[in-house]
């Protein structure tokens, strides 16, 4: 590889022309005949911070995983800081790790390592010593995220999970990245430890240069956290000729977007979607979550 390449993989000195970190080009993931993503264009500036929301099957995860560099698309490109990063070898590619931090939808630690080894396991991974100047990292990383140094020796679980969601920020801290990829911080806490993880996040992003990149359903987080605000659709129920990405701005062009599946989305409305499922003669698995008091619904049962 190019010596002026490789030093922007490992450094991340040298910015895109336009000064872009993350540039997503024509992404396409496809698995057999189920299309995922389609013609997927977006540009993410540095230091910016992007929620990317939708329903469920839309594609959201498979958009950070392919970022990431953990799923190789079926076409199209991505561009981290003007390196390609599907066009990397495996080697290149860990080196390029080193510059992402990933913070998993349910934290994703080791549980048979104690948390002071989960959260310094990348420093073990990408060859920095072990010594004085790596516990003080860790040490600082549980700091920014508000756990005390008593957690070092204990296993996941003997934490809650909220306690575990910070560890997990404070091992994509570690290295101090340049993008941060989140994939659902909030799920499956209560509202004021979810806030907590969203103060976070925000401190995170005042601390570091860092960029970030949310994948949630959580509309007060993204409405706190993101600059901008990126909703995708599934494509499968997407109309001919029509956009996978729904809307792309910021929290208050949100409101005014006129497209009813945005506005339903946000407000949690089932709307027009539950009449889908309730028409659709190939959709069984939704059928069973619906209420046979109603007539129609009970009607379509009988139907299966």
Excluded: W
Excluded at 66 to 79: E, K, Y
Aim: aromatic share 4%; with cysteine.
């Amino acid at each position: 590889m190019d010596d002026s390449i490789l030093s922007q993989i490992t450094s991340g000195t040298t910015a895109t022309s336009e000064g872009q970190v993350v540039d997503i080009r024509q992404l396409c993931v496809q698995f057999g005949k189920q299309v995922v993503l389609k013609d997927i264009s977006i540009r993410i500036p540095k230091g910016q911070t992007v929620a990317i929301i939708g329903e469920s099957g839309c594609g959201k995860t498979m958009l950070l995983k392919s970022i990431a560099g953990l799923l190789a698309p079926t076409s199209g490109r991505i561009v981290f800081d003007g390196v390609d990063i599907h066009s990397l070898n495996d080697m290149d590619m860990t080196r390029l790790r080193k510059r992402f931090g990933f913070v998993f939808q349910n934290a994703a630690l080791f549980d048979s390592m104690t948390i002071h080894q989960n959260v310094g396991f990348p420093l073990r991974q990408h060859g920095v010593p072990q010594g004085k100047q790596a516990q003080t990292m860790i040490l600082d990383r549980l700091a920014e995220v508000g756990l005390p140094s008593n957690v070092l020796p204990k296993k996941p679980s003997q934490l809650s999970g909220g306690m575990r969601k910070r560890v997990g920020l404070a091992r994509a801290l570690i290295l101090e990245p340049d993008l941060l990829l989140y994939d659902e911080p909030t799920t499956g806490l209560d509202p004021i430890m979810s806030d907590v993880i969203n103060e976070l996040m925000m401190r995170t992003r005042k601390r570091y240069p860092v960029t970030s990149i949310v994948v949630t359903h959580d509309m007060h987080s993204a409405r706190k956290v993101a600059d901008r605000i990126i909703m995708l659709y599934p494509y499968s129920r997407l109309k001919p000729g029509e956009k996978q990405i729904l809307f792309d701005g910021t929290s208050d062009q949100l409101d005014q977007c006129p497209d009813r599946r945005v506005q339903q989305f946000v407000h949690g409305e089932a709307g027009e979607r539950l009449m889908e499922m309730l028409s659709s003669r190939n959709n069984s698995g939704d059928l069973d979550t619906i209420n046979l008091h109603d007539p129609i619904a009970r009607n379509r049962k009988q139907e299966r």
